[in-house]
């Protein structure tokens, strides 16, 4: 680490465990852009010293300042608040370190900052491998009007790591929070990031995209599951209970509408995640329907949903089959017409 004299405008910061190969693809777009008013702060709880000497080795040599925290696994909730409690910087930017900084990333980010002293809140536009591509599209960089537009318009996006950068006061305010959410992994630094866009400030979406999401896909669900041979996806309690919880703490701060949305939009998603594991054999529904009526019932997505859990599995199978061969029918004839 290099002795500067600079303020840290913005420290990026990064949890990790066991993913050596990862962190060092997400260190090779960052470590180039890093100027004397950043850093990069890292929270490594991995069971060896493979990261670290990725680390070291990529840092050998370079003029750049950052922090190296090690120790006993403490699950991404409680490292995230961790490095916001350490990093340095006035912005606080939490990246994912499966993720890819793209280029031109902390320069736009620092140019943000530098021009509006009011500046609070930043939500970082991200390409993903699937084939959705960039999270929010036709959209300009430019303020958010609120923090409820803000919801409205990201949606569940909000909660993706990578797209996290705050003022690191205003979300240490909002610690407290924070903290009743930790559970292991879920979206306790959500919390934080949530405090602040119901707060004062301004709140800006930065168009990009400067991040490259890279999501654990179905098939490596299935190849861990079949490896284990128990069910590994826990996406029902953490998208459908743990992220429920965390935006219902905070529904008096913002407006009916944007929470409901918000809200809406994850369940739909769920149920549909739910019915493929169901249907490939690597999840299964038990005791999660009797939990999406308690929390969803109020929803119209429920009452879509309902009918086909309580379906038998064959007959789903069957509907899956057809649906799939539909829209594969679909996609083709699409292509072709073009």
Partial sequence: MIDSQNKITLSV???TYNRPHELERMLKGLLPQLTPETEVVVRDDSTTAESKDVFDRMVAGKTINFQYFTGPKIGLDAASLFLLERAKGE????FSDDDE????????????IQANPDLNLIWANFDSDLPRGVAIQGRPSGFFRDGSEALEVVGTGIGLVSTQIMRKQSGLSGLDIARRHVVGFSFASTCAYLH???GPGRFYFLAGPYVLNHPTTIEEIKRATIKTGEIVNEGFNVYGIHFYSIVKEFEGRFTRRSIRKILK?????????????WVGGWDTPSGKRWKMFKYYWSFPEFWIALPVFLMPLWVNRVL???????????????????
């Fill in 196 to 198: 602040v866009l119901s």
């Fill in 101 to 112: 900084l793209l280029p031109g990333g902390i320069d736009a980010v620092l140019g943000l």
């Fill in 13 to 15: 910061c990064i949890p």
């Fill in 265 to 277: 939009t994850n369940f739909a998603a769920l149920w549909r995640g739910m019915l493929v594991g």
């Fill in 320 to 338: 899956y089959k057809v649906y799939k061969l539909f829209f594969s029918h679909r996609r083709l004839r699409i292509l072709q017409e073009y």
């Fill in 91 to 94: 912005f606080y930017w939490l």
